[in-house]
């Protein structure tokens, strides 16, 4: 197993409070949790787009001030809604508040709905978007290198622009969400420091295969590249009272049933079971997937299942 396993917890902004994220992060960091990451969306994306639901940089800059030790994240942002300018200087005023925690999540965009109900502008296709993207992770990590940048490409244009203050750390992350395998994995290939996806162990082994041909295009060692998984996971004695748990999520989220998704619920036993063939393929980070309502029985009870794969 390469290294020691990292958790991290995504606690959604929809349907919950402002308090009530702020304490389920500081119990997580006080459990042991390695990292919070929230959305960064308009519009609740799953169940009813109507539902309430907080905006991801100014959650995660509240959690900078609440906690000491865990890195912050968007998982991931949306590269549609900003400037990559823009971008880099919200995550670097994070990077200040939370004195060097921060991490830039981006990704491509995919909710259609909350670029129509704002007018921002959607492009005509994925496949723009995910060039919009391939275009602006370069821009951003030369800005966040404290670069002077001029650039004039097909969707940004910028005249020696330069963003100051620098980043507390001396190389603040950039992690990519997503799972294309023509344009987003070249993009993890070429620019990320990290890369996020979530399936089944055969599906990402396949994944893997992709970004370490992509790797190999661009000259560069897949081991630079953080890898981090993510799952809904929901910790109990029984399976039983992990499931009922979970539908009450679901429930508050109006979300139906089934998730088409890998979701592990049960014991610690059991889950760390079902992580281990992840971090045998070098996924070292796993991410919670949580809605609200946040569960304090998952969070508090991660140490059980670090020690059992430590």
Request: glycine share 10%.
């Amino acid at each position: 197993m390469p290294g020691t396993p990292l958790f991290g917890i995504q606690l959604w902004p929809q349907q919950t409070t402002w308090p009530e994220l702020r304490d389920s992060a500081v119990a997580a960091e006080a459990a042991g949790w390695d990292s919070i990451w929230t959305w960064d969306h308009l519009l609740a994306i799953q169940g009813p787009w109507e539902q309430p639901i907080l905006e991801g940089w100014s959650v995660l800059a509240g959690l900078a001030a609440s906690t000491e030790r865990v890195r912050l994240g968007l998982m991931v942002g949306a590269n549609t809604f900003r400037n990559p300018g823009l971008t880099t200087k919200i995550v670097t005023t994070l990077d200040h508040i939370s004195n060097g925690r921060a991490v830039l999540g981006i990704g491509g965009a995919w909710f259609e709905r909350e670029h129509e109900a704002f007018g921002i502008d959607f492009g005509s296709s994925v496949g723009e978007r995910l060039d919009r993207l391939e275009e602006a992770v370069p821009l951003m990590r030369r800005l966040l290198d404290g670069e002077h940048v001029t650039h004039e490409g097909r969707f940004y244009t910028f005249t020696d622009a330069l963003s100051l203050p620098a980043t507390v750390q001396h190389h603040l992350p950039i992690l990519v969400g997503g799972s294309g395998p023509r344009k987003t994995l070249r993009t993890v290939a070429r620019h990320a420091d990290g890369w996020n996806t979530s399936g089944d162990v055969e599906t990402l082994k396949e994944r893997l295969g992709i970004l370490a041909e992509h790797c190999a295009e661009a000259g560069r060692d897949i081991a630079e590249i953080e890898l981090t998984v993510s799952f809904p996971t929901i910790i109990r004695d029984t399976v039983e009272a992990a499931v009922q748990r979970r539908r009450d999520q679901l429930a508050q989220n109006g979300i139906p049933e089934p998730e088409d998704i890998p979701v592990l619920m049960g014991p610690p036993e059991a889950i760390a079971e079902a992580y281990r063939p992840y971090l045998d393929l070098g996924f070292r980070t796993v991410i919670v997937r949580m809605p609200a309502p946040f569960d304090r029985e998952t969070i508090d009870r991660l140490p059980e299942v670090l020690a059992l794969l430590g």
